[in-house]
């Protein structure tokens, strides 16, 4: 009898001790199963936060049109839809980008060419107007469009510090680059300050990203009627105030946006310029002539590298 019971006490110790290491392995299993629902709980919030920065919003144009000739009712239902495609066009970039560029960038980016493109359909829909009636002024005025509030405090401070402490390009990030060279050298093609410190580095750079050419529009045109000669000297005047304000944005934007943020963001809104312009001058000249056709061919313009 007092022989058999050490072994019995120690099988009891064996079998405490796997019941005990049991017990602890389940519950770091358990523990890290939580810890693995927070850090995903997390990254969702996260994702959430990223994929909703806001919405644009633009002024209502139809509501604030006069009376539109018969003649000119499909031209002006083609811009009015026109100008929904580019909210939707602008808000679908407004997601697509979350977090890329710096401080000013939707508003470079995405606001400021949706602008430039409804100052040309609008541009469009007053002129189609024109044609057969009076043609209404003031229209300009509801080009402009904004974030929403939602989307200003998704993508302003908070979107910003992700964007710069995950990938070092959001010049909001500046502050943080003058503990961290490599930050400070990133933040800088963010913005137009930070660029100023990279010295002669940024001036190698801005001299390296090339100039937007654009087809010769004078020698195109007819003769000009005498009553025209003033406005269309304005107009061409105006053409090349377009490449030269394209030509300073290519430079200020060094760095900025995805593959495709030339196009987008400085090539497309000059040739909806153009357009406008080109076609006001072709207008003006068939006013006490024949109007000149296929103008509209040399708007588009290509950057030269």
Known sequence: MSRALPKYNKRRVVVIGAAVALALSGAVVVNSALAGESSKSSGSTDAKTLASPGTISCPDVASQLPAIPASAQAEVDRNLALLQTQIDEANKRLVDTVGQGGA???????????????????????????????????LDALAPCALDAGGVADTGEDAGEDAGEDAGEDAAAGDEAEATPGAEETAAEGADDGAAETGDDTGADAAGVGTISCPDVASQLPAIPASAQAEVDRNLALLQTQIDEANTRLQNTVGQGGANFVQNAILGPLADKRVSTIDRIAISIGRKGTKPQGLDALAACTLNK
Do not use: C, Y
């Open 104 to 138: 000013n960038f939707v508003q470079n980016a995405i606001l400021g060419p949706l602008e430039d493109k409804r100052v040309s359909t609008i541009d469009r829909i007053a002129i189609s107007i024109g044609r057969q009636g009076t043609k209404p002024q003031g």
